[in-house]
């Protein structure tokens, strides 16, 4: 397990200016931690190539965008997409004898899906497929990437490919039972991960989530070598989770979300940008802290942990910072409650007895039981109750300034990173916003 190393320190400005290039290594799907970076890349006036993970016709296979498609992306990004695609994963590249891991999944039902099996050699030429076919199309992105890269620029590489759940009928409803079932409906997330379908989503998180930032240090060494012989700088930023310190009963306490079954994978991306450290490339894992995006909806009750940055403001200074965002996240509120009532609800879930097992960093990622998922799911859904709109929250609008600040402290961090992996508390995060004014 990676040392804990939370940034304490505000980075200085970062020295990227125009002309220097930013490269988006995934796609933008809505609002979210990509968001952030993105912004900053363009307030700095670099140029932006993006890719895409292209999309699947009604048949299954593969393509590239449409020209329609294309525009759209482009115009989200604000930049240039290298029109090859490149879907991470493998559940649905077919074995020597033409099975797919979502073919052996489409027989499985609701009542059996705890006991399973699967041909683990036919996944595992699926598996081997899979990263064929995503290294021969990375390889010819590279090739155009390398082409759109002039010499005597700077480049920052951001990696943002994460997930990787089969697609796959039967998996919601074991998931929802896993993340948001209670009493006979409740199955612990341990029991999922030692089934043969635990297993397997565990092989394609790892794919996904971690070996493609492998994949992507790798397959770019030929324009980081071009790069740096002119002196110039390349660095590449990845997003973890590992936990993340909030404010629990006024000190700042390491906790996590539970269960992050993401978790196995998110360490080993984090020992992927540690062996290339060591190999002299600037890659550095920022642990972020929990928000709520459109890939969290199955995950209520993380976004607990975001109520206390309000909290977090006010110990590292406040300010007109603080004003702004307690006065928005205020008029979301139902009338008569207030921000304070979140926080001492909020406060109140996170120092229960039943998660201090959730503070020991040791031990993570941590297995769900049914009294914390009870106390979780039922806390979390006061506390959401406790907005007008339940489609505009206070959620939303701090999860806003958390990605916005964290996108900040990355871009600036990796212009002189310092080290692989970094913890981007509530601590940290507070006093960018609160410098931001």
């Known amino acids: 397990m990676t040392n804990y190393n939370p940034l304490r320190s505000l980075p200085g400005p970062s020295g990227y200016t ?37 999309r699947r016709d009604t048949d299954g296979s593969l393509r590239a965008l449409t020209d329609a498609e294309l525009a759209a992306s482009e115009e989200i990004l604000g930049g ?22 979502v073919d052996q999944l489409k027989g499985i039902k609701t009542d059996g899906w705890d006991s399973a099996e699967f041909d683990w050699e036919a996944i595992e030429q699926s ?25 005597g620029v700077n480049v920052l590489f951001s990696h943002t490919m994460a997930g990787g759940i089969p697609r796959a009928r039967i998996l919601m409803p074991v998931l929802n039972r896993v993340f948001k079932g209670q009493g006979d409906r409740f199955t612990p997330s341990e029991v999922f991960w030692e089934t043969a379908l635990g297993k397997l989503c565990s092989i394609c998180f790892d794919e996904v989530t971690a070996n493609t930032f492998q994949h992507l240090v790798e397959f770019s060494s030929k324009t980081r070598e071009r790069v ?7 660095a590449y930023t990845a997003y973890g989770y590992h936990g993340c310190e909030v404010l629990i009963n006024g000190v700042y306490t390491w906790q996590s979300y539970t269960p992050y079954l993401q978790g196995w994978a998110k360490m080993r991306l984090e020992d992927i ?13 920022f642990n972020c802290p929990e928000i709520q995006t459109n890939s969290s909806a199955l995950f209520l009750g993380v976004e607990i942990s975001l109520y206390p940055l309000l909290a977090a403001l006010e110990r590292e200074g406040g300010g007109p910072s603080l004003e702004r965002i307690t006065s928005a996240c205020s008029q979301l509120l139902n ?16 120092a229960d007895p039943l998660l201090i097992p959730s503070h020991d960093y040791a031990t993570w990622p941590h297995h ?33 300034a958390v990605f ?33 004014g």
Not at 335 to 348: K, N, P, S
């Open 80 to 101: 240039k997409i290298i029109n090859i695609p490149l879907e991470a994963g493998f559940d649905m590249d077919r074995s020597v004898s033409g099975i797919s891991p």
């Open 404 to 436: 916005q600040a964290v996108g900040r402290l990355m871009f600036r961090t990796s212009w002189q990173p310092g080290a692989p992996v970094f913890w981007l508390n509530h601590e940290i995060v507070a006093r960018e916003i609160v410098a931001g």
């Open 368 to 400: 769900n039981t049914s009294e914390q998922a009870s106390l979780m799911l039922n806390s979390a859904t006061s506390m959401l109750e406790m907005n007008k709109d339940p489609k505009n929250i206070v959620c939303a609008e701090l999860s806003r």
């Open 18 to 54: 125009k002309g220097d290039v930013f490269v988006l290594f995934g796609e933008l799907f809505g609002r979210g931690y990509a968001n952030g970076l993105v912004d900053e890349a363009r307030k700095a006036g670099m140029t932006i190539i993006g890719i895409t993970v292209g």
């Open 273 to 285: 940008a540690s062996a290339a450290w060591e190999k002299g490339v600037r890659a550095t894992v």
């Open 127 to 151: 598996r081997k497929a899979g990263i064929e076919r995503f290294t021969t199309n990375l390889a010819k992105v590279m090739e155009e990437m390398d082409a759109l890269i002039p010499d």
């Open 335 to 350: 009338e008569g409650t207030t921000v304070q009532e979140l926080l001492a609800q909020a406060d109140r879930y996170l």
């Open 228 to 234: 740096e012989s002119s002196g110039k700088k390349v």
